[in-house]
């Protein structure tokens, strides 16, 4: 079962996420930056579902220092947010977002989304 890294600042969020893609792939659950460092330090995902605001480290910032560590770049990375201003959205695309789900998102829809980019 491919694995996701779910993080965001929003425990509704994360709960909505969790019961959209439960029983389609192993989650973890983080509300930080500084937790999914600590997590990608254990254990690489298979993709990572990314708010873009949060208090410690932004997703924009989170998403530059995955991109430029070796063994962290490859990572496929889905921003999960409420921005979707055009230069929000190219600024993420120019650093290398896989994708952008924006909130309030599809809980139906959001498996079928991340099947998408993984090919399962």
């Given at each position: 079962m491919k694995?996701?890294?779910?993080?965001?600042?929003?425990?509704?969020?994360?709960?909505?996420?969790?019961?959209?893609?439960?029983?389609?792939?192993?989650?973890?659950?983080l509300t930080s930056g500084t937790q999914?460092?600590?997590?990608?330090?254990?254990?690489?995902?298979?993709?990572?579902?990314?708010?873009?605001?949060?208090?410690?480290?932004?997703?924009?910032?989170?998403?530059?220092k995955l991109k430029s560590v070796i063994g962290w770049e490859s990572i496929p990375v889905i921003f999960l947010t409420s921005h979707s201003e055009k230069q929000v959205v190219m600024t993420g695309f120019e650093l290398g977002v896989l994708d952008y789900i924006v909130k309030p998102f599809d809980v139906a829809a959001l498996p079928g989304r991340i099947k998408k980019h993984l090919k399962v």
């Open positions: 694995h996701i890294f779910v993080v965001d600042d929003s425990i509704t969020t994360l709960k909505l996420a969790e019961s959209a893609l439960k029983n389609h792939f192993e989650l973890t659950l999914l460092f600590a997590a990608l330090s254990k254990k690489r995902p298979d993709l990572i579902l990314l708010d873009i605001e949060m208090p410690d480290i932004d997703g924009m910032t989170i998403l530059e």
